[in-house]
């Protein structure tokens, strides 16, 4: 079931469940995701969530910062028109942001579609058709990855920032270019 998978890799993190204010008894049963995001956040809020370690630094994001920037790529996507149910293609390498905007997509009520970044180009077009996307979140280094991508999905790319980094470029979708008209 997934509440037994949940259990099976949720530990990993060093919390117990069981113990998160809001969680009745560590029954995960019939709490989504993001019930159970702020349940921890709420529980652990200064505590790490995630490492990165690039270049000999180390970046550490705790729940109440992922919670914060979450909050952050939710509001961003909810002013772009992102709706409940309306499906947010993301396309980014592993690394924090990629979930701090995956939650952010939750937060906004959007349905998530995650792109693994090592797809060919054309590739990723067509799964941004196929999901007809309302909006793309792409890491930097896939849109370097991309360069014909931004063509692809129309005009009017932004970026997000979080904090002092840019985390991912924005695209919205135009309507009208072959990828959103579907």
Request: net charge negative; charged share 20%.
């Amino acid at each position: 079931s997934q509440a037994q998978l949940l259990g099976a890799w949720l530990p990993t993190w060093g919390i117990d469940y069981r113990r998160i204010d809001g969680i009745d008894n560590g029954q995960l049963e019939g709490i989504d995701l993001l019930e159970l995001f702020e349940a921890t956040v709420h529980s652990y809020r200064h505590r790490v969530a995630f490492r990165m370690a690039a270049g000999g630094k180390e970046e550490r994001f705790t729940f109440g910062e992922v919670h914060r920037y979450a909050a952050r790529v939710g509001s961003y996507l909810m002013a772009q028109g992102i709706k409940r149910g309306d499906r947010v293609l993301l396309v980014s390498e592993n690394r924090p942001e990629w979930a701090i905007s995956y939650f952010g997509i939750l937060r906004a009520g959007g349905t998530a579609v995650p792109v693994d970044p090592s797809l060919t180009e054309a590739e990723v077009v067509n799964i941004a058709k196929r999901a007809a996307a309302k909006q793309c979140l792409v890491s930097e280094q896939a849109a370097e990855d991309f360069p014909g991508l931004f063509t692809a999905l129309g005009e009017g790319v932004t970026d997000l920032s979080i904090g002092d980094h840019v985390v991912m470029v924005f695209m919205p979708s135009c309507g009208h270019c072959d990828p959103c008209a579907g």
